[in-house]
């Protein structure tokens, strides 16, 4: 749990790096921690509805 | 009886249910006492205490100044307080709070609180009183301090971390100046409780107050993903401001915001 914050920490400071995201997934999965609540996580790593405008 | 609840609604009108969070309750007698404050009810629950007391009707007024209303029964037979026009509601203003809105007309379309009524209180479980006294006395490095040391005895709730951690985080940054402390109690409340849009627009705030403009458009994008997943029955408190109108204007104001600033680069360009 103690390194799937960390990284998360990398990502609340970089949200555009959805790749963290599939990486807390993948972590979580294996380690079996709070992984339904992550589900979530997928949803937004496949979001990309804003990517038009923040890769300007 | 009328009953006036300041309050934040979430309504679901597909499950036909909605939750109250009351901060501030009015009567027309101002001696009873029939609701604890700060707690969920769910509209059953509620009806149930209303009719307990009599209470025929309830005003909902909403702290983001616009109005909802809680019809339980006929309003409109049942008081002269409150009637309903094509669009908007109408209230007449019972005596005990006209103080507190502004009527700008007889068809005026919202009643305006003044600010004694915003939600001031923090949101924490019972266990925590004495830091709720804290947070209201502004002894924010206290409760700071105090917060710390209950989640270091109780790592294992993470349920009460969640909201305790929400406010630590923000207290870190708006009242005390440490980014660093803010950021490790938003980053966990909001990894115990991924679902939760409140937690993702602190974080989109802070990272706003940076001038980090793209950045925290994404965090209130994942604020409006996190809303549409959230199980409005989960135990967390509700606020329909930063539920779902907040995170939604706040993405589409930087959206704005950015072009603008982009047309005006674009005069630049050779």
Request: with cysteine.
């Amino acid at each position: 749990m103690k390194k799937i914050i960390e990284i998360f920490y990398e990502y609340l400071l970089n949200p555009h790096k959805k790749h963290i995201l599939y990486h807390i997934i993948s972590l979580s999965e294996k380690s079996q921690v709070l992984t339904d609540k992550f589900h979530i996580f997928k949803l937004i790593a496949e979001d990309k509805s804003d990517d038009s405008t923040s890769s300007n | 009886m009328i009953a006036l609840l300041v309050t934040d609604v979430l309504q679901k009108s597909e499950l036909d249910r909605f939750l109250i969070y009351s901060d501030k309750i009015f009567t027309d007698n101002s001696d009873i006492n029939y609701l604890d404050k700060n707690l969920l009810y769910e509209a059953n629950s509620l009806e149930n205490i209303l009719k307990k007391n009599n209470i025929s009707s309830v005003i909902l007024l909403k702290k983001s100044e616009k109005i909802k209303l809680l019809n339980l029964e006929n309003v409109e037979t049942k008081c002269n307080l409150v009637c309903l026009t094509d669009k908007n509601w109408i209230i007449k203003v019972p005596r005990f709070f006209s103080n507190n809105c502004n009527k700008k007309s007889d068809s005026c379309q919202n009643i305006i609180l003044t600010q004694e009524n915003k939600i001031e209180l923090p949101i924490l479980d019972d266990e925590l009183e004495h830091l709720k006294t804290l947070y209201r006395d502004k002894k924010y490095q206290n409760f700071v301090v105090e917060s710390e040391k209950w989640i270091f005895h109780n790592l294992g709730k993470n349920d009460i971390q969640v909201m305790l951690r929400y406010y630590c985080g923000l207290i870190y940054y708006f009242k005390l100046g440490n980014i660093k402390k803010s950021l490790e109690h938003l980053g966990i409340s909001i990894i115990l409780n991924p679902h939760m849009p409140e937690l993702w627009c602190a974080w989109g705030d802070i990272l706003l107050d940076k001038k980090m403009y793209e950045k925290s458009k994404i965090i209130y994008k994942n604020a409006i993903i996190a809303k549409n997943q959230r199980n409005i029955f989960d135990r967390f408190p509700l606020w329909l401001s930063r539920n779902s109108e907040y995170p939604q204007a706040m993405h589409q104001k930087i959206n704005e915001s950015v072009k603008k600033i982009k047309t005006v680069k674009s005069i630049y360009d050779f």
